[in-house]
Nanobody, 114 residues
Framework: QVQLVESGGGLVQPGGSLRLSCAAS????????MAWYRQAPGKEREWVAM???????HYKDSVKGRFTISRDNDKNTVYLQMNNLKPEDTAVYYC????????WGQGTQVTVSS
């Protein structure tokens, strides 16, 4: 059982930055990959970024160059640095961990608005 706790969401103006954190209860080596998803009101949950246990990273096209996913193995934490935020980035952001099973965090709200 992997428990995930997200933090770092909030309200930011367009062009601003936020850093999301996802702390996992399991050591990194037990997790194959961790990812960030988001769900905007009235829309389906969508994948945003992923980092594997060997450090390979992948991004949704619309966030490339603006978002950066990284990890701190000592803290069992994954981060999502979000720069140049746009109103269309507004959503609840979820952390996802994959072992033999899939685990989700509770989500953190990101609102981009002037």
């Amino acid at each position: 059982q992997v428990q995930l706790v997200e933090s770092g969401g909030g309200l930011v103006q367009p062009g601003g930055s936020l850093r999301l954190s996802c702390a996992a209860s399991e050591r990194w080596f037990r997790i194959n990959a961790m990812a960030w998803y988001r769900q905007a009101p009235g829309k389906e949950r969508e994948w945003v970024a992923m980092i594997t246990n060997v450090g390979s990273v992948h991004y949704k096209d619309s966030v490339k160059g603006r978002f950066t996913i990284s990890r701190d193995n000592d803290k069992n934490t994954v981060y999502l640095q979000m720069n140049n935020l746009k109103p269309e980035d507004t959503a609840v952001y979820y952390c996802r961990a994959q072992t033999d099973l899939v685990y989700w965090g509770q989500g953190t709200q990101v609102t981009v608005s002037s």
